[in-house]
């Protein structure tokens, strides 16, 4: 039993709204990290979504199957990656300094 791609593509805009709301109305960086992590896999489950779309489209035509999507959700998951790591540890860094993760406080960065 296969969903189908309006389904996916719904829930990738659900998920994508979710981030946006995270992202705007949260105020610790933890919090705003992980709404734009949220954000990123909305966007990489409707790039599988389309390519899956694609694909279904392409071998009925009697071609091989599409692959753009999967690889470049793939390299957006490796970016998500290094977002994340670079995002910890200036939240490590911000606590070290502050002892606050909250973003009101990297304003008043200048001591």
């Known amino acids: 039993m296969s969903v189908p791609t309006e389904y996916l593509l719904g829930l990738a805009a659900i998920l994508?709204?979710?981030?946006?709301?995270g992202f705007l109305t949260r105020r610790n960086l933890i919090v705003v990290l992980m709404s734009i992590e949220l954000m990123l896999n909305a966007?990489?489950?409707?790039?599988?979504?389309?390519?899956?779309?694609h694909s279904t489209q392409r071998l009925l035509d009697?071609?091989?199957?599409?692959?753009?999507?999967?690889?470049?959700?793939?390299?957006?998951?490796?970016?998500?990656?290094?977002?994340?790591?670079?995002?910890?540890?200036?939240?490590?860094a911000l606590y070290r300094r502050k002892q606050t993760v909250s973003l009101e406080s990297v304003s008043e960065l200048r001591d």
Not at 16 to 21: E, T
Not at 66 to 91: N, R, S, T
């Open 62 to 92: 009697g071609a091989g199957p599409d692959l753009q999507g999967p690889v470049l959700a793939i390299f957006v998951i490796a970016v998500a990656a290094v977002e994340a790591a670079v995002g910890l540890a200036l939240i490590i």
């Open 16 to 21: 994508f709204g979710i981030g946006i709301a």
């Open 43 to 53: 966007a990489n489950l409707s790039l599988v979504a389309g390519a899956r779309m």
